[in-house]
């Protein structure tokens, strides 16, 4: 029996008699693959995960849906758990994703839900429930940066002095990250994997990689989205009314708003050069070229940090050389 015909075998278990079809829901950028169960009486549809065990672990999914739902948000329901073969049943949240269903008309209102939904998350961190957003983490995270974009994605070598100032950039930018208030961090908190619904609005998906970390974390995914680009004006003023709201709720944000949007803007520097090597992993290794449309974009945000502190313009310098900006009469693009 193949993969798929047991986890219809197991979906038929877990709902006797009754008649479904499956149908691919979405794929992420692991081995973890959604199909939802659509039944022939009409039944409320559900969503059935796969994770094959030699590649995922389905226990920090329920561990994580169980805590984030006890901090208010909009996740999936765990309805039935088979971890030996890999295979969760969850209730369904629809297939209207934030990226499909936002517009400059309606961004402010359903940014302020994805707010007040992370607001929530936070405001019931723990330490010690999470696995630590450690140095080692993150450091191992930017590694991918030169191992995958620069030498296989790129073609290019660094020179010995090159190397020395880009891991100077690393520690550099891991000393502001780590200075951070920690809180819980969904990890991947954007327009993919927040759900827009008619009610509870956002519902929230692959979130099993969270960890306790760096307060600004989830906003950069968020404002910083690999997959939308917004005005950099409005996002922070966006910033500006998350900060607001955090420090009147009794979240560890920086008394002063310069100092937040610095370690926001760290954060992102941290989280964009971890992004450029994991979508050049994807290709590269897993044969997934649908990410290379949006590492542009990602680069721009890098960039765009590492030119506007003086700390980072070795990091801005080694872009240049790696993706020069082409000018024409005087105009760069």
Request: glycine content about 6%; overall charge negative; hydrophobic content about 45%.
């Amino acid at each position: 029996m193949d993969r798929l015909e047991h986890l219809r075998a197991w979906v038929a278990a877990q709902h006797p008699g009754q008649a479904f079809t499956l149908a691919p829901a979405s794929a992420d950028a692991s081995f973890r693959r959604y199909f939802r169960i659509s039944f022939a009486d009409g039944s409320e549809s559900r969503i059935v995960m796969d994770a094959p065990p030699a590649h995922e672990d389905c226990k920090p999914f329920v561990a994580v849906a169980r805590l984030f739902g006890q901090a208010g948000a909009h996740v999936p329901e765990v309805l039935a758990e088979n971890h030996q073969d890999g295979f969760l049943l969850l209730s369904d949240l629809g297939n209207t994703t934030y990226l499909q269903a936002l517009t400059p008309d309606n961004a402010a209102h359903l940014y302020a839900d994805a707010l007040g939904a992370l607001a929530g998350i936070q405001a019931s961190s723990k330490p010690g429930v999470l696995p630590e957003y450690s140095r080692e983490l993150l450091m191992r995270e930017l590694e991918l940066f030169p191992v995958w974009y620069i030498v296989r994605h790129k073609g290019i070598t660094l020179t010995d002095a090159e190397t020395a100032d880009l891991y100077e950039m690393f520690d550099q930018i891991l000393e502001v990250n780590l200075a951070e208030p920690k809180v819980f961090v969904h990890r991947d908190y954007h327009s993919r994997n927040l759900m827009h619904l008619p009610q509870g609005n956002p519902g929230v998906l692959d979130f099993q990689d969270a960890v306790y970390g760096p307060m600004t974390y989830d906003l950069v995914s968020l404002f910083k989205d690999a997959y939308i680009e917004w005005d950099e004006e409005l996002t922070i003023d966006w910033l500006v009314r998350y900060w607001e709201v955090a420090r009147d709720i009794g979240l560890p944000v920086r008394a002063d708003f310069a100092d937040f949007h610095r370690d926001y803007e760290w954060m992102g520097a941290q989280r964009h050069i971890k992004v450029l090597g994991i979508f050049a992993r994807l290709y590269h290794r897993d044969g997934k070229d649908g990410y290379l449309q949006n590492m542009p974009l990602v680069l721009r945000y890098l960039r765009k940090t590492a030119e506007r502190y003086r700390e980072l313009k070795p990091l801005a310098r080694l872009l240049d050389r790696i993706d020069p900006v082409e000018k024409i009469e005087g105009f760069s693009f």
